[in-house]
């Protein structure tokens, strides 16, 4: 059964910085792509970032190009995001998902999600 | 960025209606869409991939079908556990875009 549990969410000041974590497990975790997928409290789901099999690609929304880093671990099957400088308006839910299709960018399996509160 | 623009936003319905959800590229996407379901408190399902593809285990009433820029989602007869936020998202271009949800509420 394939699995992916976010962990690292939790209350930061402003300007302050988080590491959230993706633990993945029930696939082979080095041949997919995987995004992280975040949504402000009762707001809609907006990209955030992806990372290749290999690590190789990263791709990032304009917004947070430069703030946040997106990063695996094949062998520990393991998706990381680092998150700098954070502002009120990252305060989100954030999801790690699975692209199962890389044409049609297809996130066939998510987690269920840490919060990450950013207030002072 | 492509913008993808559901309708309606919300709707009600009983149980057994026919619902149907669109959502409108700002620009061509080919069939570079997809659709989700969000429960409050769940993780988001994958339903729909390139535009009328059900995945694998998603109920046969669940379809979904593109005519140029616009795509529908249609529940044929919307059942207890369907009420539910459904989201499109193209695949087409990075930023990978969403829409804005519909929520389905029992009427």
């Given at each position: ?97 699975r692209v199962g299709d890389l044409v049609a960018q297809t996130y ?13 | ?13 009983s149980v057994g209606d026919r619902v149907t959800i669109t959502c ?84």
């Open positions: 059964e394939v699995q992916l549990m976010e962990s690292g969410g939790g209350l930061v000041k402003p300007g302050g910085s988080l590491r959230l974590s993706c633990a993945a497990s029930g696939f082979t975790f080095s041949n997919y792509t995987v995004t992280w997928v975040r949504q402000a409290p009762g707001k809609g789901l907006e990209w955030v970032s992806s990372i290749s099999s290999g690590g190789t690609y990263m791709y990032y929304a304009d917004s947070l190009r430069g703030r946040f880093t997106i990063s695996r671990d094949n062998a520990r099957n393991a998706l990381f995001l680092q998150m700098n400088s954070l502002r009120s308006e990252d305060t989100a839910l954030y999801f790690c998902a066939d399996y998510w987690g269920q999600g840490t919060l990450v509160t950013v207030s002072s | 960025d492509i913008q993808m623009t559901q309708s309606p936003s919300a709707l009600s319905a409108r590229a700002s620009q061509y996407i080919s069939s570079y869409l997809n659709w989700y379901q969000e429960k409050p408190g769940k993780a988001p399902q994958l339903l729909i991939f390139a535009a009328s593809s059900v995945h694998s285990g998603v109920p046969s009433r669940f379809s979904g079908s593109a005519s140029g820029t616009e795509f529908t989602l249609t529940i044929s007869s919307v059942q207890p556990e369907d009420f539910a936020t459904y989201y499109c998202q193209q695949g087409y271009s990075t930023p990978w875009t969403f829409g804005q949800g519909t929520k389905v509420e029992m009427k």
